[in-house]
C-alpha cells in the first residue's frame, strides 16, 4: 500500500473559475462584449455599460458556499512532500509565497497536519497533531486547534500509503494560489478506504476552497467517523463550518463535492469608470452599472480597487469601447480654423448633420470670418478642450450641446450660439459669454443671463451689490394704484427677468469700455417667465409723492423681463407670440448722467434723477428713436421693459422659444440701418436749450389707421418735454398706419411743454418714400393759420406751459399754398450796425416780439405799418435773441440773432 512521492511533476499552472482580483466590463448583460455600434444621429447615444468582478470584503467574517467540484491542480505529486510515511504529525514550517489574511491576521507561514488540516498557529510546526476529537467548532477540546482551516479534518493514515504534499501554483487568471493536498490516503480505521481532497488559498483575495473528490466512512465507526469542513479563529470563539460538515454532524460521506469560504467583512473592493482609456481620465460614475453618452467613439475603463489586509492597494481594470459612428471630431492638425476641411476627422467641415466633437488637442478650434456660422447637429466640447466663437460669428447647432467638467465654449462680444430643438444642455463645464458697453460710473446697465444659475453680483463685481435692482410691477401702499418701483436685484437671476447694475465704482464720468462675462450652462429650448401686474385700470393720473412725477394706470402694469439666449432674439416675434403685453419694448439707452433738473419719477422722491426720455420704444412700425439705432434684434444679455395688459389674470408668462433666434439676427451693439420696406419720419421737439424728444409716424404693411398693438406704442404721459401722434384723443409715441401711402393722409400731433418759451418742430429721420424730396413734408399750424414745409428747416413757434393736442397736424399736401411761410424768406432780414433793425422788402411789417433764449418776451412792438422797424429799446449784450415777425399778409417768420 506504501506509495513513493513523485515530488513534484504538475506543471505548476492551475485553472479557476475563482479567478484573481479582476474586473470584466462591456455592455450591460453582455458578458463582456463592447456594446454595438450607435449612430450619432439616433435620438439617444446613451447605453448601459457594466462592471462584474470579485466583490471581496474583510477577513473578519466568512461566508461559506457550495461551490462546482472543478478542482484547479492535480491532487497527487506536488513539489513539497510532507507527512511521508509518517501519521499525526504537523509538517515543518512552510513559508507562504504571499501574505495571506485569516480572521484580520496576516500570515507569511503554515504547518500542514497529516488528517487534512492546515494551522497558521507556528507553533504546531514540527510536532505531534493527535487525531482524536469529539466536538464541533469553535473548540479546541481533543485534537481540535485554533487558527486553523480544517478540510476534510478526519483520522486518516499516510503512514500506510498516499501522498500529504503542498505546492505553489500559478493561475490561469494570472494570480497565485497554495494547493495542500491528500491524495488516496487511507483512513486509519480501514486502511482500504482512501481520501483524496484539496486545499486551496488564494492569493490576494484570501479565499479559502476546498475540495473534496472522496471522503468515505470507516465500517467500523473509528473515532466515530467525526469529520470537519471549516475554518476557525485563533481565539477558538468564532468558527465558520460547511453546513453539516461539522465534527458531531452525522456520519457523512462526500464525492466531488467542493466548498468555498469566503471574507464577507466590510467591503474591501471599490469600483471607478473613468472616460479614455486607463485611470488618468475623468470619473464617470462608481456603481456596477452605469449610463454614458458619448458624442463620439469612446473608451471606458472600469478598474477596481483591493485594498489588501497589509494596507496596500491592488487596482486591475478593463476597458469597454462605445462606438459611435457619423462624428466629425477636430483633429486641429493644421490650424485653429474650424473652416479648414483637414482639421476633421473625417476629413471635411461639420454640416448641420454631423454630430460635433471637439477634444483636447494643441491646436483649439477659433469660428472667425465675416458672419461665418459653423454648423453640427449636437456638439460635445472635451475636457481641457475650448471652442472660441469670434466677434460677429455664430456656432449653430441643432440638438444639444454638452460641455465637459474643464471644457469651455467661448463667446466673444457679438459671438452667438444658435439653437434649434428644445433639448437642455448639459456639462459640467462652461459657456463664457462677453457682452461690451461703453459706460460711466453712474449709467445703469440693463442685463438679463443667457446661462443658468448666474449671480447677479458677477455682471460687475465692482460695482456695490445695493446698486443692482429688478422691477416690481406693483408695490402694496404705493399710491392709490399700487404702482411699481425698484428692490434690490441681488440675487441669482431668473430665466428671462431683467436687471439693472451701476457702472464699476472705479469708473469715472468719462465713457470707458466695460465688459461682463456670463459664466454657466448655456440656455436653449423653451424658457417661460413670470410676469404680473396690477389691479389699478382707472383712467387719470394719481400722485405718488407730492414732487412726482404723476402715475397712470400703466404704471403697475410694467415688467423687466430679458433675452435669455446666447443669441439675439427677433423683437418683433417676441411680441406677436406674448399677447399678453402691451405691443411694443421698451429699451434703455443709459445715455443720460442723473440730474436734479429731472423730475422726480412716479415712484419715489430723488435728488437726482435719470431722464425717462432716454427708454427707446420699439414696434412693428419702428423705433422711437430713429433709423440706424434699434433694429429689432434684442441682444443676447439684454434686460428691457414689456407693459402688461389690463386683460386676463394678474400673474401669467411671456414665452421664449428657440424660434425667436437666428444666426442671421445681429447680436452686436451697432446696430444695423432698418430695411426699407418702411416708410417713416422721426419728428423732434426742442426745447430753447437744445433738449429734445422724438416720435415717429410709419407706413407700414400689416398696420390700420386704427389703434394696432403691434405697430402703435403709447407715449409716456410723464415726459416734460414730449411730441406725439393722436389716435381717438389716445396719444402715441410711435403710430404705425396702413399702406399704401396716401398724400391726403392728415395726422393729428400734440405736444406738451416744461414751460413758456420757443421750442422747434424739426425732421428728426425720414426712410422709404420721405427719403425722396419728391414727397413733401408739411407741418399744419392751426393756431397762425400756416402751412410749413419741414424738409427746409425747423418750424419755430412760441407754446405756454402745458399740453396742446389741438394745435399741430402733419400733412403731406399744401392746401393753403399762398399763406405758407418760409423761416428762411429772405425777404426779411436784421441788421445791428445802427441798432437792431428789421428790414422787410416786399411785406409791411404789422408787430415784433423779441424774446431772449429762455423764452423771456423783452420787447413787444406793435401796431406798425413799415418796412423797416428799429428795435431802439433792446440794449446790445451780445445775447441771443429770438425775433417773432408777423407781416401784413399774416405770415410769422422767427429770425435768431446775436444782439
Given at each position: ?9 504538475g ?13 470584466v ?16 444621429t ?9 462592471a462584474?468582478?470579485?466583490d ?24 513539497n ?6 501519521d ?24 500542514i ?15 505531534t ?14 485534537a481540535?486547534?485554533?487558527n486553523?482551516?480544517?478540510g476534510?479534518?478526519?483520522?486518516i493514515?499516510p ?18 494560489a ?22 486551496v ?15 468515505p466512512n ?8 467525526n ?16 453546513p453539516?460538515?461539522n ?25 471607478t ?5 486607463g485611470t ?48 466629425k471630431?477636430w483633429?486641429?492638425?493644421?490650424d ?30 477659433i ?12 456638439m460635445t466640447?472635451?475636457?481641457d ?9 455664430a ?5 444639444w ?13 457679438s ?31 440693463y ?6 444659475s448666474f ?6 463685481p465692482g460695482?456695490?451689490?445695493s ?28 430665466l ?9 465704482s ?15 450652462t ?7 417667465t ?15 409723492c ?15 423681463v430679458?433675452?435669455?439666449y ?12 406674448n399677447?399678453?403685453i ?9 445715455g ?5 433738473a429731472i423730475?422726480?419719477p ?9 431722464s ?25 444679455g ?6 402688461m ?16 433666434r ?5 447680436n452686436?451693439?451697432?446696430y444695423?440701418?432698418a ?28 398696420a ?7 405697430f402703435?406704442?403709447?407715449t ?33 400731433l ?13 425732421i428728426?429721420a ?33 407754446a405756454?406751459e ?16 399762398e ?18 433793425t ?12 423779441v ?10 412792438k406793435?401796431?406798425?405799418t ?9 440794449l ?19 429770425k435768431?440773432?446775436?444782439?
Amino acid at each position: 500500500m506504501y506509495r513513493t512521492p513523485c515530488n513534484g511533476t504538475g506543471p505548476g499552472t492551475g485553472t479557476t473559475t475563482l479567478g484573481c482580483p479582476s474586473v470584466v466590463s462591456g455592455g450591460l448583460g453582455l458578458n463582456g462584449a463592447d456594446p454595438a455600434p450607435i449612430n450619432c444621429t439616433a435620438m439617444s447615444t446613451c447605453v448601459d455599460l457594466e462592471a462584474t468582478y470579485l466583490d471581496l470584503g474583510e477577513t473578519s467574517t466568512y461566508t461559506v458556499t457550495s461551490i462546482p467540484y472543478a478542482p484547479p491542480y492535480q491532487f497527487n505529486c506536488l513539489a513539497n512532500p510532507v507527512s511521508v510515511n509518517t501519521d499525526d504529525v504537523w509538517s515543518p514550517a512552510v513559508n507562504l509565497p504571499f501574505d495571506f489574511c485569516f480572521f484580520g491576521n496576516t500570515y507569511n507561514q503554515c504547518t500542514i497536519g497529516s488528517n487534512g488540516i492546515l494551522s497558521f498557529d507556528m507553533a504546531n510546526a514540527g510536532t505531534t497533531s493527535g487525531y482524536s476529537f469529539s466536538d464541533d467548532l469553535p473548540s479546541t477540546t481533543g485534537a481540535l486547534f485554533a487558527n486553523s482551516i480544517y478540510g476534510v479534518y478526519h483520522d486518516i493514515n499516510p503512514g500506510i500509503g498516499g501522498e500529504v504534499g503542498w505546492e505553489l501554483i500559478t493561475l490561469n487568471t494570472g494570480c497565485r494560489a497554495l494547493v495542500a493536498s491528500w491524495s488516496d490516503v487511507p483512513l486509519f480505521g480501514d486502511n482500504t478506504q482512501f481520501y483524496t481532497g484539496m486545499m486551496v488559498l488564494y492569493e490576494n483575495t484570501n479565499v479559502i476552497e476546498v475540495y473534496i473528490q472522496n471522503k468515505p466512512n470507516d465500517p467500523g465507526d473509528w473515532n466515530d467517523n467525526n469529520a470537519i469542513v471549516g475554518i476557525q479563529d485563533d481565539t477558538a470563539s468564532t468558527a465558520v463550518v460547511a453546513p453539516g460538515k461539522n465534527g458531531l454532524d452525522a456520519d457523512w460521506t462526500a464525492t466531488n463535492e467542493a466548498w468555498r469560504f469566503t471574507p464577507s467583512g466590510t467591503s474591501i473592493t471599490s469600483l471607478t469608470w473613468y472616460e479614455g482609456s486607463g485611470t488618468s481620465g475623468p470619473v464617470v460614475g462608481t456603481t456596477d452599472t452605469i449610463n454614458v453618452c458619448p458624442a463620439a467613439t469612446t473608451t471606458y475603463t472600469a478598474a477596481i480597487t483591493y485594498t489588501l489586509c497589509d494596507g496596500s492597494t491592488l487596482t486591475e481594470t478593463e476597458e469597454t469601447t462605445v462606438t459611435i459612428n457619423g462624428a466629425k471630431v477636430w483633429n486641429g492638425s493644421v490650424d485653429t480654423d474650424w473652416d479648414n476641411n483637414n482639421n476633421w476627422t473625417p476629413v471635411g467641415r461639420p454640416t448641420a448633420m454631423d454630430c460635433v466633437v471637439i477634444p483636447d488637442t494643441a491646436n483649439d478650434p477659433i469660428i472667425s470670418g465675416a458672419g461665418y456660422n459653423g454648423l453640427g447637429l449636437n456638439m460635445t466640447i472635451h475636457n481641457d478642450a475650448m471652442l472660441t466663437v469670434n466677434s460677429d460669428n455664430a456656432v449653430s447647432i441643432t440638438d444639444w450641446v454638452n460641455i465637459d467638467a474643464t471644457g469651455e465654449l467661448v463667446l466673444d462680444n457679438s459671438a452667438s450660439l444658435i439653437q434649434t430643438n428644445n433639448i437642455a444642455n448639459t456639462g459640467a463645464g462652461n459657456m463664457l459669454m462677453d457682452r461690451d458697453v461703453n459706460i460711466r460710473r453712474l449709467d445703469y446697465v440693463y442685463w438679463s443671463s443667457p446661462v443658468t444659475s448666474f449671480p447677479s453680483s458677477s455682471i460687475s463685481p465692482g460695482s456695490p451689490t445695493s446698486l443692482i435692482w429688478k422691477w416690481i410691477p406693483t408695490v402694496a401702499g404705493n399710491g392709490i394704484g399700487n404702482s411699481g418701483d425698484w428692490v434690490n436685484g441681488n440675487e441669482t437671476m431668473t430665466l428671462g427677468k431683467g436687471y439693472i447694475v451701476r457702472g464699476p465704482s472705479s469708473y469715472t464720468s468719462t465713457l470707458q469700455n466695460f465688459t461682463a462675462t456670463f459664466v454657466g450652462t448655456p440656455n436653449n429650448g423653451d424658457i417661460s417667465t413670470p410676469i404680473t401686474r396690477g389691479n389699478y385700470t382707472a383712467g387719470g393720473t394719481y400722485q405718488v409723492c407730492a414732487a412726482c412725477t404723476p402715475a397712470t394706470n400703466l404704471d403697475d402694469n410694467w415688467n423687466l423681463v430679458g433675452n435669455p439666449y446666447p443669441s439675439s432674439i427677433h423683437a418683433i416675434d417676441f411680441l406677436t407670440a406674448n399677447s399678453n403685453i402691451d405691443g411694443n419694448i421698451k429699451v434703455w439707452t443709459h445715455g443720460t448722467l442723473p440730474s436734479n433738473a429731472i423730475a422726480n419719477p412716479f415712484y419715489e422722491d430723488f435728488l437726482y434723477n435719470y431722464s425717462i426720455g432716454d427708454y427707446i420704444t420699439y414696434n412693428s412700425s419702428g423705433s422711437s428713436s430713429g433709423p440706424g439705432v434699434f433694429n429689432g434684434y434684442i441682444a443676447a444679455g439684454q434686460g428691457f421693459f414689456v407693459s402688461m395688459l389690463d386683460s386676463g389674470a394678474a400673474s401669467q408668462n411671456i414665452a421664449f422659444t428657440n424660434s425667436l433666434r437666428s444666426n442671421t439676427y445681429d447680436n452686436s451693439q451697432f446696430y444695423r440701418n432698418a430695411q426699407n420696406d418702411k416708410h417713416r419720419i422721426w419728428l423732434d421737439i426742442i426745447s430753447s436749450t437744445n433738449t429734445s424728444t422724438r416720435t415717429l409716424i410709419g407706413y407700414i404693411d400689416g398696420a390700420t389707421n386704427s389703434k394696432d398693438r403691434l405697430f402703435d406704442a403709447e407715449t409716456d404721459n410723464k415726459i416734460s418735454l414730449n411730441i406725439y401722434s393722436i389716435i381717438d384723443n389716445e396719444r402715441f409715441n410711435i403710430q404705425g398706419k396702413q399702406t399704401p401711402f396716401d398724400d391726403n393722409d392728415i395726422i393729428p400731433l400734440g405736444y406738451k411743454v416744461p414751460s413758456d418759451g420757443l421750442y422747434n418742430i424739426a425732421i428728426g429721420a425720414l426712410d422709404g418714400l420721405f427719403e425722396s424730396t419728391n414727397q413733401a413734408v408739411f407741418l399744419e399750424d392751426k393756431e397762425l393759420n400756416i402751412i410749413y414745409d419741414l424738409r427746409v428747416a425747423p418750424y419755430s413757434f412760441m407754446a405756454n406751459e402745458g399740453t396742446n393736442n389741438n394745435r399741430f397736424n402733419l400733412i403731406f399736401k399744401n392746401t393753403l399754398s399762398e399763406n405758407t411761410t418760409e423761416l428762411n424768406d429772405n425777404s426779411v432780414w436784421i441788421s445791428s450796425s445802427t441798432g437792431l433793425t428789421v428790414h422787410s422788402s416786399i411785406e409791411n411789417i404789422t408787430s415784433i416780439k423779441v424774446f431772449d433764449i429762455l423764452g423771456r418776451v423783452l420787447s413787444n412792438k406793435e401796431n406798425a405799418t413799415s418796412k423797416t422797424i428799429v428795435l431802439d429799446q433792446i440794449l446790445k449784450t451780445n445775447s441771443g435773441l429770438i425775433l417773432e415777425i408777423t407781416l401784413e399778409n399774416g405770415k410769422t417768420i422767427y429770425k435768431k440773432t446775436v444782439y
